[in-house]
């Protein structure tokens, strides 16, 4: 009787890491589905935006800030140290 209840103790045991393990793979599970619906929204944005682009639509962004102009050789001037 006693080895028939060490069996079903370790029985159980074998159940109850089985069941974490498939726990843990949902959680993993879940996790991938996120991820991939996010890819699937990503991919969506960027197929209207080249549906728009091969229409000719593009969207125009809005510049908080204009453009920075860079000037390079002898036109080129260091702007001067308030401190000096």
């Known amino acids: 009787m006693e080895v028939i209840l060490l069996v079903f ?7 109850v890491v089985m ?5 843990a793979m949902l959680f ?3 996790v991938i589905l996120a991820v991939f619906a996010f890819t ?3 991919n969506e944005v960027i197929f209207a ?8 639509k593009l969207a125009m962004v809005a510049e908080l ?3 920075t102009l ?10 001067k140290s308030l401190a000096s």
């Open 65 to 67: 800030t204009p453009p």
């Open 40 to 42: 699937l929204v990503c």
């Open 19 to 23: 069941f974490e393990v498939f726990v």
């Open 9 to 15: 103790a370790a029985i159980l045991f074998v159940l």
């Open 70 to 79: 860079f000037t390079v050789g002898d036109a080129a001037v260091p702007p």
């Open 49 to 56: 935006e080249f549906v728009a682009t091969v229409d000719g």
């Open 28 to 30: 993993v599970f879940a």
